[in-house]
């Protein structure tokens, strides 16, 4: 040691190389997909497709689309596939188009960016939010109680009903949906941290920490905070898929953002109405739909095995 | 027990107290005014103000809301803005068709669920378990309105087996009410099905993992015997709080399920209530189911008692 302090030229390792830094990060990488794949393969199989809808709704412009809300009633309900020729020039539409000849391929592509727009904004506003609300109510026993009881009666309440009635009321509009399906959903992650909390309060380490003069707010963000990450990222992954679902739920009612825009829900409405002669109308956009949200709720349950083995067992 | 059910119904006062006034706060506060749109879009202002003290809205929030609580807690639910039916009324009419398809949809998912998640458990990662799984996460994935286009499309307008939509009362004709039921239960209960599928299979596999069960098969016990005296008898508590749970999920689901099937129920009172802008019926509606859901809730708890006869209250 004391050479070493000494002559630190003479006994300091090599400086690695920025390729060979490259390189171990990519070994590790390797090494950690390699294991990740043989454990938990159905994990990287929804990563993949939810990349895919990703990079689909942030491409949407380049990937061939047309004008996802120009109308063509005389091409209304195009089979997938057929050609449609306007004004000379003529394209395939791939997914056919609906009642008032809009393309639906272009519909659906660009449809991915209210999905996951919704979905991860409200992912993220519930993790935040839980994360805060749920650190207080566990640690502090007067929060707890009221902050608890306001939770009880907007859970009791059918999260649905309660997302259309506050976006119909204010009017529909991306920020407007994404704060009535976070108000809905968010006690439920509250619930998850603080039951994590009350638990890693009691730990030793905490008392540890409280005992040699550690503050609160110390304690609460450096020993107990860390505990709750698990199960709050595994809580939001599944959060995510619902607000999906939701979000779908609402612009089917018509109570969700601008039916202009285009969105999974709203096209599987209109396509109702032509269900009997065109199914694409609907069947594409669902297919799409239930697609993500398959891919995103086996990111969360395989997430849950990994992260938490005790989650795993006592919610399947 | 007397007094455990006594408390517990004391102490889900609060919750309901809450209740009304987050579902008061959430119509009132958020915007929009009653009075105007009573009025109509051209009224004249002095109109709007008539109105608006007509139906007591000239008075600070906080008297209204008192107003408001006193009104609920003596049984009066106001009455709707567009029809002038009471809203007490209202809900009676609708509440049949919902109740019917809520409990035609447990017909349909617990004798379903419950075997399905018992046989995943007992063939733990095998094929068989693996494919219930896939089908539970499919399930628990396919929006209902999007599995009642499809089973409309297959079932209704393919071949024809079941009508599209639409609703016949049971006193009138109860072959029909059933026949026009099947299709809705069936699209609502696909994802009550995922859920208690998943739920099963994990208290089941938890519970086979126990001393007793090996003790059980030690000494000869059919398998059959094993699997549901010993091992779903334990695992029914956890299985029981998730239908409980699920109750509030289907009320949610419901809404959509009658939309999509043209069923005239609570659901889709709401619905159209929120269109039109009929605020104490909204208010109405809503406050029963979410007094239905605290209801369940109480029983759930209770409920518990029957199942594990450890548990005294």
Known sequence: MQQDTQTPQTYAPDRPSVMEKAASIWQTTKYKYRWTWRRHPMLIVGMAVLIFMGLMAILAPILFTMDPTAVDPPNRLAEPGSVITDEGVSHRAWFGTDFVGRDVYSRVVYGARISLAVGFAVGALTAISAAVLGLLAGYFGVVDLILMRIMDAIMSIPNILLAIALVSIVGGSVPIVIFAIWFVVFPRAVRVVRSSVLSLREE????????????????????????????????????????????????????????????????????????????????????????????????????????????????? | MQRYVIQRVIASIPVLFILAVVIFAVLRISGGDPAAIIAGKDAPQWQIEAIRKDLGLDKPIISQLGIYLKDVLSGDLGQSINSKIPVIKLIKQRVVPTLSLAIMTELLTLPISIPLGVLAAWKANTWIDRTIMVFSSLGFSIPIFFLGFLLIKAFALEINLFPAAGYTAPTEDFGAFVHKLILPSFATAVIFWAFLVRMTRATMIEVLREDYIRTARAKGLAEASVLIRHALKNAALPIVTVIGWGIAELFAGLVVTEQVFAIPGMGRLIVDSIVRRDYPVIQGAMLVIAVLQVVVNLLTDLSYAVFDPRIKY
């Open chain 1, 204 to 316: 030793v380490y905490v008392e540890a920490a409280r005992a040699i003069g550690a503050k609160t707010p110390r304690i609460l963000i450096k020993h107990v905070f860390p505990g709750t990450v698990a199960p709050l990222i595994v809580t939001a992954t599944l959060i995510v898929a619902g607000a999906i679902l939701t979000e779908a739920i609402l612009s089917f009612l018509g109570a969700g953002i601008d039916p202009e825009t285009p969105a999974w829900g709203s096209m599987m409405a209109d396509g109702r109405r032509t269900i009997s002669q065109a199914i694409w109308v609907v069947g594409i956009p669902g297919g799409f739909l239930t697609l993500t949200v398959l891919a995103i709720n086996t990111i969360g349950d395989n997430l849950r095995d990994m992260l938490d083995p005790k989650l795993s067992r006592s919610e399947g």
